[in-house]
T-cell receptor, first 114, second 116 residues
Framework: KAGVTQTPRYLIKTRGQQVTLSCSPI?????VSWYQQTPGQGLQFLFE???????NKGNFPGRFSGRQFSNSRSEMNVSTLELGDSALYLC?????????????FGSGTRLTVV | GDSVTQMEGPVTLSEEAFLTINCTYT??????LFWYVQYPGEGLQLLLK?????DKGSNKGFEATYRKETTSFHLEKGSVQVSDSAVYFC???????????????FGKGTKLSVIP
């Protein structure tokens, strides 16, 4: 079956702009989680959506937001971009249930803020 | 809160050498433990996992045993290959029972380079 698809793969934005990243999970998976990966901070949890509801949120400012659609596809948005937002953003798909929650990651979107 | 500590890299080994990457964790409950691998320019791939104490996860010659008494989940491989060169991440997942949500907490990663 198809894997997790993240688009676009690469983005270059200017400080102060906003950006939207997209993630299509594995068919049948209802949970989508987002992670930020930077050389300094490593991998950090942003938020998780399940059936269009945010279930969990990491310690990031309100400039980072997300949503999930009825087909489980998810988008995350970063407003008023800062240089420190440059990172690889990874999306993880899972069934979202306690008894079977394997996580499958996409290839990521590399965001560069200049 | 939860945390994962893994050995600092980079680690450079010759082909066919034995690999150990240490990982210890701190958690309030009974987490599931994972090893993920990241190849250059790619996302994370699940290498192996263990969901309860004394479980052994294994895949592609890699093994790790969930040791509750030492809160450890060390990754081992008996004979590494050049193709194993990658960054390895230890992670745990502990459910937020109230919200029914699970998130991964990662270690900093260990870069492995295997030379012929």
């Amino acid at each position: 079956k198809a894997g997790v698809t993240q688009t676009p793969r690469y983005l270059i934005k200017t400080r102060g702009q906003q950006v939207t990243l997209s993630c299509s999970p594995i068919s049948g998976h209802r949970s989508v989680s987002w992670y930020q990966q930077t050389p300094g901070q490593g991998l950090q949890f942003l938020f998780e959506y399940f059936s269009e509801t945010q279930r969990n949120k990491g310690n990031f400012p309100g400039r980072f937001s997300g949503r999930q659609f009825s087909n489980s596809r998810s988008e995350m948005n970063v407003s008023t971009l800062e240089l420190g937002d440059s990172a690889l953003y990874l999306c993880a798909s899972s069934s979202g249930t306690a008894d079977n929650y394997g996580y499958t990651f996409g290839s990521g979107t590399r965001l560069t803020v200049v | 809160g939860d945390s994962v500590t893994q050995m600092e890299g980079p680690v450079t080994l010759s082909e066919e050498a034995f690999l150990t990457i240490n990982c210890t964790y701190t958690a309030t409950g009974y987490p599931s433990l994972f090893w993920y691998v990241q190849y250059p320019g790619e996302g994370l791939q699940l290498l192996l996992k263990a969901t309860k104490a004394d479980d052994k996860g294994s895949n592609k010659g890699f093994e790790a045993t969930y040791r509750k008494e030492t809160t450890s989940f060390h990754l081992e491989k008996g004979s590494v290959q050049v193709s194993d060169s990658a960054v390895y991440f230890c992670a745990l997942s502990e459910g937020n029972v109230g919200a029914g949500s699970y998130q991964l907490t990662f270690g900093k990663g260990t870069k492995l380079s295997v030379i012929p």
